[in-house]
């Protein structure tokens, strides 16, 4: 069985400034684990930890690796997203990865007052660089659900934000349509069920939203994240869950 590389990179991805009262978001030290199912069966698992601030910027970092019967494929993913808490925008990204014996390393840095994206991509001993007209307040699809945590997600409520992509910006919808009890690895969660349309061509173009379920209280922790690409079905589920801490307003 192929697990196509991307599958765990995507949700590693999916899957951050708080008062010492609680607040929707997430802050420095939480962490989250999550194991990854692909057709039903277990392919992965992955980490997504927030780590400590330098300013206003909060380095989110997600890894991601195949285990289980997809261990003899050797994909791992290490990526950076510089998160800037004071406007709940991305500032870049820096991706290490090592996809069955192809290593490439990608950045991208985002100039919001010039509205620019520079993207290098250093693969196989090759480097290209190149930039991209971007809107100053567009996120990229990892940060636009980071961002969907500090929304109040109400039921039936709807949310749109602008994503950055360089084949071009679309609108990420999302939509809350539910509520569920999950029961999980790290614990049984009153969900809300979020309906996610995303912009994925190929392999990855989807056959149907992206559906994600939050924890129904003032953190938004990601419990369980369901995508049925052009491969196949992906499901990733929160296998293990340590808070963050408080940061004190300036």
Known sequence: MA????????????????AARAEP??????QLDFTIDYLGVRTGQARISVGQPEGDIWPVIAQARTDGIASILDIREHLVSYWDAAHRLPRGSDLQAIEIGDRHADSARFDRESGKAHIRVVRKGHRSENTYDMDPVALDFASAILWLRFQPLAEGARY?????TTKGTFVLVASVVGRDRLETRAGTFDALKV???T?????????????????ADER???????A???????VAT?????????????
């Open 3 to 18: 697990l196509n590389r991307n599958a765990l990179a995507a949700l590693a991805l999916l899957v951050a400034p708080l």
């Open 160 to 164: 749109e934000v602008p994503v950055f």
């Open 228 to 234: 049925d690409f052009a491969v196949g079905s992906v």
């Open 238 to 250: 929160l296998s293990g869950y340590h808070p963050g801490e408080a940061v004190a307003r300036n």
């Open 25 to 30: 978001g997430f802050s420095p030290g939480e």
């Open 195 to 197: 309906s996610v349309g």
């Open 199 to 215: 912009n994925f061509a190929g392999n990855f173009a989807s056959k149907r939203d992206t559906l994600i379920w939050f924890s």
């Open 220 to 226: 938004h922790v990601p419990v369980r994240v369901s």
